[in-house]
């Protein structure tokens, strides 16, 4: 089945600067890549997503590439906030199989 | 809408012991999952199902039974809990297809003693 590693596992930044996190995913057949964010205690929530014919999508401060060939996918957060201090998760899904695998998720910490 | 709905939130049992987590949506979604969360992890998927009557095996279903006999409502049913099975469970729902985003519910938070 499929595999998603996610790295880095902790990350901390200075408020006003950009946070990067990475995954990889092993089955060429995902096609959609969803990244939730996660607050201490609550359910995760979709923050971006991007699918395999796009290969980068932008919503204000974040952004998802997206590289088919190398099956990596990493998440861009300009700008962080304190607020933006959460975990963050990648996931890839196999349209075939109806499933979803996640990554272990990244915790950002972004100090004022 | 109220959304994913999931039940109880917190629960303690003792080994051994059975029970059943609720988890209903009210915006006719078709497939249905079922996580579970260990601590400082990500989620692990532990069944599935496309539609009322279809279920099917995620990453880790050892020790977890589901039903699926309407489209709202999808329990998810401990029989003999272990302290392995200590964990966050998220029930989550799209209205079709894996290439959709999940609507999650906010967790049952179990604690096997």
């Known amino acids: 089945g499929e595999n998603v590693e996610q790295h880095p596992s902790t990350l901390s930044v200075q408020e006003g600067d950009s946070a990067v996190i990475k995954c990889t995913y092993s089955d060429s057949a995902s096609n959609y890549f969803p990244w939730y964010k996660q607050e201490l205690g609550?359910?995760?929530?979709?923050?971006?997503?991007i699918r395999s014919n796009v290969g980068e999508?932008?919503?204000q401060r974040i952004a998802v590439t997206l590289n088919?060939?190398?099956k990596h996918f990493s998440l861009h957060i300009t700008e962080t906030q304190p607020e933006d201090s959460a975990v963050y998760f990648c996931a890839a899904s196999l349209v075939w199989s109806n499933d979803m695998r996640f990554g272990a998720g990244t915790r950002l910490t972004v100090k004022p | 809408n109220a959304g994913v709905t999931q039940t109880p939130k917190f629960r303690i049992l003792k080994i051994g012991q059975s029970m059943t987590l609720q988890c209903t949506q009210d915006m006719n979604h078709n497939y249905m999952y079922w996580y579970r969360q260990d601590p400082g992890m990500g989620l692990k998927l532990i069944y599935y199902s496309v539609g009322a009557g279809?279920?099917?095996?995620?990453?880790v279903p050892n020790g977890y039974n589901v039903s699926?006999?309407?489209t709202e409502d999808f329990p998810l049913r401990l029989e003999l809990a272990a302290p392995s099975q200590t964990s966050v469970y998220f029930c989550a729902s799209i209205a079709q297809g894996a290439d959709q985003p999940q609507h999650f519910g906010d967790g049952?938070?179990?604690?096997i003693l």
């Open chain 1, 42 to 49: 609550k359910r995760p929530q979709l923050i971006i997503d």
């Open chain 1, 57 to 59: 999508k932008k919503d």
């Open chain 1, 68 to 70: 088919k060939t190398a």
């Open chain 2, 54 to 59: 279809i279920t099917d095996k995620g990453e």
């Open chain 2, 68 to 70: 699926r006999s309407t």
């Open chain 2, 108 to 111: 049952t938070r179990l604690s």
